[in-house]
């Protein structure tokens, strides 16, 4: 969500469990911005906080003009001093997957892979790598994995330009509340995958500079998303069963939307048995 309007976010998703003390507050409203000056971001979005046994990492995400490009990920441990956290890679990624249980709060925490995975273990060694991964890896192994899988904006926010670059959309003003209501409205901010496997007949209707994106409806497995009207019907909310802690908001018919994650950076596996 937004940096600037933090407080205010902070409040229409607090019917969850999000939050954060007048301390951090503080922090983050002078940090962010010195952070969007210093490091001369478009947008500074405070992404959320990943829960560890011993401590907890507050995420930041700096925004360029284009929306499409890969954004830059920061984390801090106290909400003042902000450490840049690498691209994500898909060897990162997979190794991280393998990973359960809590995060610890330490990034130089490393964990072995001999006691998790012998055969992957094997494998890195023979490659001349250390069978170990470190914590700060896994955490921007976790961040990569939510934004691609609940990481969602609402239809028309976002445009697509002829070359390819994506922008905010100035016109848009915000969703019906009928139309916000419907999990089709909603679109998975990230490189889309069931976008490419439409018909010719399917992609007729669909407009290219705004439906570039995956819908929410198709995501696998069905009710993963609980959709819920708050603050007397004002404001809508849906928050994620798969990565629980994910918590997104809506004002109809205003620019105001955001999402936010507040949980321990555990998927839950389980999803497919409780519905």
């Known amino acids: 969500m937004e940096a600037q309007s933090l407080p205010a976010a902070l409040a229409l998703v607090a019917g969850g469990g999000a939050g954060l003390s007048p301390e951090k507050r503080a922090a983050l409203g002078v940090s962010l911005t010195l952070l969007q000056h210093n490091y001369r971001f478009e947008r500074v979005w405070f992404w959320g906080c990943i829960q560890g046994v011993r401590g907890s990492y507050y995420i930041a995400e700096g925004l360029r ?5 890969p954004r830059i990920r920061l984390y801090s441990l106290n ?16 190794q991280a997957e393998q990973l359960k249980g809590r995060f610890q709060g330490d990034p130089s925490f490393e964990y072995n892979f001999a006691e998790i995975n012998p055969q ?35 239809r028309g926010a976002f445009v697509k330009t002829p070359l390819g670059s994506v922008h905010e959309n100035r016109h ?21 995958v069931n976008l490419k496997n439409k018909t010719l007949l399917e992609k007729a209707n669909l407009d290219p500079s705004t439906d570039f994106l995956d819908s929410l409806e198709h995501d696998i497995p069905q009710g993963s998303w609980s959709v819920q009207l708050e603050k007397g019907g004002a404001v809508v909310v ?4 798969l990565w629980l802690g994910l918590t997104f908001y809506h004002v109809p018919m205003t620019k105001q939307y955001g999402y936010i994650y507040f949980g321990t950076g555990e998927k839950n596996v389980d999803l497919p048995f409780m519905l």
């Open 120 to 154: 992957a273990a094997e494998t890195l060694f023979e490659g001349g790598k250390e069978p170990v991964i470190k914590e700060e890896a896994r955490l921007i192994a976790t961040i990569e994995q939510i934004d691609r899988a609940v990481g969602i904006v609402p």
């Open 65 to 69: 003009p284009d929306r499409a490009a």
């Open 238 to 241: 849906l928050r994620s069963l």
């Open 79 to 94: 909400c003042l001093d902000w450490s840049l956290l690498t691209p994500a890679t898909k060897e990162m990624v997979a």
């Open 172 to 192: 848009f003003e915000g969703l019906s509340l009928v139309e916000a209501k419907k999990l089709s409205s909603y679109f998975h901010f990230t490189e889309p």
